[in-house]
């Protein structure tokens, strides 16, 4: 492997920013580069070294940054705001308190079709993990925010703001990190936004969802098996077409 490429590998987006109607959310998918890998495995060593044991247990000579490398993705939440959340106020907090919600209703839904696949959020009052465990690390979100997306910031007091291209000031950001395939992220993603609806928090998972996930576990058995035997036939994961967003 050659470190000194490794060392330089950047951030690349797999799925360009998306809205989301239903939740107003705008989400994409990126991976991490390899700085801003570091910063979220320590943010959430804990679970991410669970994840790493569990799922690589049956295999051997696998370091934990190659598997994150691998695996490892941040996906970037906006939501448009109709205040300017760099000010303080009570008017500010209450709206940012609405927006955290509906990003939590989000994220657990989600959270539930990604399973039994790692996944998290760094918690936009904390710093920490959001939904798992919390080490004494907090994540930078505004560093991620110009790593993954390329966006502008601007100063603010002693830290500063990421400005969204279309909604700048008025937008509140959160990023959540999974360790799933990008193939079942996408179709989660999708299914989420098609079940969501406002008398259920966490809809029903759909069965193309769960068919996806049968789908990954087998293929994940082939590359296993593959590892072990050379001259076992080749896994080639199947194409999501599913959108990330429905008609409204």
């Known amino acids: 492997r050659n470190q000194g490429v490794n060392s330089r590998q950047p951030s690349e987006t797999l799925f360009p920013p998306t809205l989301q109607h239903k939740f107003r959310l705008e989400v994409s998918v990126h991976r991490p580069s390899r700085l801003l890998r570091k910063d979220i495995e320590l943010v959430f060593r804990p679970d991410l070294q669970a994840e790493y044991a569990r799922r690589t247990e049956s295999v051997t000579a696998v370091e934990k940054d190659d598997f994150l490398r691998q695996h ?33 209703a989000w994220a657990i839904a989600l959270r539930d079709r990604l399973a039994p696949y790692w996944a998290d959020a760094a ?32 100063p603010i007091g002693c830290c500063g703001i990421v400005l969204h291209p279309q909604w700048q000031r008025r937008a509140y950001p959160v ?35 769960s068919l996806t996930l049968k789908r990954v576990a087998e293929n994940e058995k082939a590359a296993e098996a593959a590892q072990k035997d050379p001259d076992a036939p080749e896994v080639v994961e199947g194409v999501c077409n599913l959108k990330l967003t429905s008609s409204a």
């Open 123 to 154: 918690c936009p009052v904390q710093g920490n993990a959001r939904f798992g465990t919390s080490t004494s690390v907090i994540y930078n979100e505004l560093e991620g925010l110009t790593q993954l997306l390329k966006y502008s910031s601007i």
């Open 72 to 104: 490892l993705l941040a996906l970037p939440t906006w939501q448009p705001a109709s205040l300017d959340l760099s000010e303080i106020s009570f008017a500010v907090n209450e709206e940012r308190k609405l927006l955290l919600q509906n990003f939590s």
């Open 175 to 209: 990023t959540f990190f999974t360790t799933a395939p990008l193939e079942l992220v996408q179709a989660a993603l999708a299914d989420v936004e098609h079940a969501h609806s406002e008398n259920s928090r966490v809809p029903p998972m759909l069965p193309d969802v």
